[in-house]
């Protein structure tokens, strides 16, 4: 049997950002820049880097910037146009070029796992990719690339994305049981943000799923779970005890851009990188350091 090659990514975020707050208020987290992108053209741009480019993006209210960040837009084209700004007007279009988006709304913010289930008339019966534009994940070959390799390997099983964190760290993740198979972690069962010393490992859901289509007639049977949300974990877990998911110790350099911390990491590292503004950058944080 020839296994179908996900071509959909669901990228949820009717979230209403409250770890931003107040700078959410009014705007959506997923916009929130890092050094000169928002943080969901990052999750995008890896999707393309897979191979993936017909996203839907679950929006809810107050997230109308999104659609207009990926549309393209005939004022800013006309104006850089016409004041020679060649340079900016290539990269605008090419925000506006990136890949194909569709739009569903999720009316109440119900969890994410019912925000998945908000795009299954879109995604109909083919295995597709979620991510959440809260990891930012730098590497070559990139995340979601990483787990379609093994959902191929597996003749099409579910994949989901997997991190070490530290004990302190694991109560705010999906957590996962695991065990070896065949050098494949199978997952045995997962576990939304156990309590301290409920953990079943160490080993966190980091934002990144390549999943069957199954899920979504799980989904709309998961009563909601733990912050009285319907929790994707939920549905994964039942998933896992249905048919072979299995788990990717993802690598690559991870940013959980999700939590102002990460946030701030993300910033600065990527900033310290970057060959436009890296070394003044530099040069202030070493005087800044200096002074502390
Ligand atoms: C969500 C998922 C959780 C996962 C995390 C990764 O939680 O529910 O399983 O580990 O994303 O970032 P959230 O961070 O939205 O609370």
Known sequence: MTIRRPRKVVLPAAGLGTRFLP????????????VDRPV???????????????????TGRGKRAIEDHFDASAELEAALRAAGKEKLLEEVQRVSELGRFAYVRQKRPRGLGDAVLCAADWVGEEPFAVMLADELILHEPP??????????????????????????????YGVAAVK??????????????????????????????????????????TPPGRAGEVQLTDALDQLAREEPVYGVLVEGERFDVGTPEGFLAANLALGLRDPRYGKQLAAFARRLLGML
Do not use: C
């Open 143 to 172: 995340a979601l690339a990483q787990l379609l390799h093994v959902h191929e390997i597996t003749g099409g099983a579910s994949v989901i994305g997997l991190a070490r964190v530290p004990k302190e760290e694991i109560g705010r």
């Open 180 to 221: 070896q198979e065949n050098g494949l972690l199978r997952i045995t069962g997962l576990v939304e943000k156990p309590a301290p010393g409920e953990a079943p490992s160490d080993l966190a859901v980091i934002g990144r799923y390549v999943l069957a289509p199954r899920v979504f007639a799980l989904l709309a049977k």
């Open 40 to 58: 969901i053209q990052y999750v995008v741009e890896e999707a393309i880097a897979s191979g993936l480019a017909d996203f839907v993006i679950v």
């Open 23 to 34: 700078a959410t208020k009014a705007a959506p987290k997923e916009m929130l820049p890092i």
